[in-house]
């Protein structure tokens, strides 16, 4: 079975430009989660799909930060324009139901903003 | 507002010893709770989940506890190997209720197993 799929791997811009990431969840997948870690921390939900649908963007820096999620399978992240604080991994995860194995993440955007 | 605490940055065991990793939450409406693994530069892994219907759940070297009085859970590996050298996340989420289930992770323990 294919795992969660992201790219790229890295990135390095500089502030104030833009950059998105992609990510393609497990086939049969309906949930999509993207969360931001940053260097020392836990991983840090952003927003949740169901199919394309978002659940919860509560945590989502709406003013910099869009998602999206077109016909319910891949995903982009998009921030415009970056900020140093930005600079984290940011990593896709997607699950069939939560309660049964969790959810299955992809290994991660490491975004560098300088 | 840390509502999932790792209050050990890490942990230092020999190998063939009992690891125990702890996890303490603050926020009443979590009922299912995880335990990922990760090693450096890859994404986080599924180690073992409980819903808060049980208070063990078991599975080959891994055992989790959770007690919902005290807000708390632990991870046991026994017995430690090399292998399991890693960041160990304990997470939780709202989930039964349908809709938004995100995981709210603790900012991790890292294992180190001693030969």
């Known amino acids: 079975e294919a795992g969660v799929a992201q790219s790229p791997r890295y990135k390095i811009i500089e502030k104030r430009q833009s950059v998105a990431f992609w990510c393609n969840p497990i086939s049969g997948h309906a949930t999509l989660y993207w969360y931001q870690q940053i260097l020392g921390q836990g991983p840090k939900l952003l927003i949740q799909?169901?199919?394309?649908?978002?659940?919860?963007d509560s945590q989502l820096p709406k003013d910099r930060f869009s998602a999206e999620r077109l016909k319910g399978v891949d995903s982009t992240l998009k921030i415009q324009p970056a900020k140093l604080e930005d600079s984290a991994v940011y990593l896709c995860a997607s699950s069939f139901l939560m309660g049964q194995g969790g959810a299955f993440f992809g290994q991660g955007t490491r975004l560098t903003v300088v | 507002d840390q509502q999932v605490k790792q209050n050990s940055p890490s942990l230092s065991v020999q190998e063939g010893r009992i690891s125990i990793l702890n996890c303490d939450y603050t926020?009443?409406?979590?009922?299912?709770f995880l335990w990922y693994k990760k090693y450096p530069a890859e994404g986080p892994t599924f180690l073992i989940s409980i819903s808060s219907i049980k208070d063990k759940n078991e599975d080959g070297r891994f055992t989790v506890f959770l007690n919902k009085s005290a807000k708390h859970l632990s991870l046991h590996i026994v017995p430690s190997q090399p292998g399991d050298s890693a960041v160990y996340f304990c997470a939780a989420s709202s989930y039964s209720g349908g809709g938004a289930d995100g995981l709210t992770f603790g900012k991790g323990t890292h294992l180190i197993i001693q030969p």
């Open positions: 799909f169901q199919n394309n649908g978002v659940v919860d």
């Open positions: 926020n009443s409406m979590f009922d299912y």
